[in-house]
């Protein structure tokens, strides 16, 4: 992208903000937003927020290492948690709404979003899958975590748009002008 795409606006407010925003309007608490890069600005446009932050100081490493990051700050109150992805910004909190309702109705150890026969962000894990998580090194989100227990999970379909992200100059700019 040239900038961290995380401060870029979407609909004028800055993408980790907007993620954020949808995270506490679908009533998820505690907010841990992991930081890395451009870590001050990351914090001063979630200025007012409530949030928490997780620092990645290896934030050029795999995914696993943010993912990492954010679990460690969690305290023992916490019985799940949902993986997102600011970049991710057509998720929205009627989605989150529907993965942590589905979890409070069932035992089940994570509920998946499913986008046609793709499996990706948003996540929830009970804290019962957070070892294995922790152990987990590399990229994809947790993606092997949720492969092996897939068998288990709830998962929740939704449009094949709502998928896309925000990864090139073109992603944006289309994103902006549409």
Avoid at 5 to 31: C, F, T
Avoid at 122 to 135: C, G, S, T
Avoid at 137 to 143: F, I, N, Q, S, T
């Amino acid at each position: 992208m040239g900038r961290n795409k995380m401060l870029l606006d979407v609909q004028g407010v800055p993408m980790v903000r907007r993620a954020v925003l949808v995270a506490i309007e679908a009533g998820a608490s505690p907010v841990v937003v992991v930081v890395g890069n451009d870590e001050a600005q990351v914090r001063e446009v979630l200025a007012g927020l409530d949030c928490t932050f997780a620092v990645n100081a290896d934030f050029t490493g795999p995914t696993s290492t943010s993912l990492h990051a954010g679990l460690r700050v969690l305290d023992d109150s916490v019985d799940a948690t949902i993986l997102m992805l600011a970049d991710m910004v057509r998720v929205s909190a009627d989605m989150l709404r529907a993965l942590i309702a589905s979890l409070r109705a069932s035992d089940a150890p994570l509920a998946v979003s499913r986008y046609d026969d793709v499996l990706a962000p948003p996540l929830l894990f009970r804290r019962a899958l957070w070892p294995e998580l922790l152990a987990w090194h590399g990229e994809g989100c947790g993606k092997a975590v949720v492969k092996a227990h897939e068998h288990e999970a709830l998962l929740h379909d939704w449009p094949v748009e709502s998928l896309r992200d925000v990864d090139t100059p073109e992603d944006y700019h289309e994103l902006v002008t549409r």
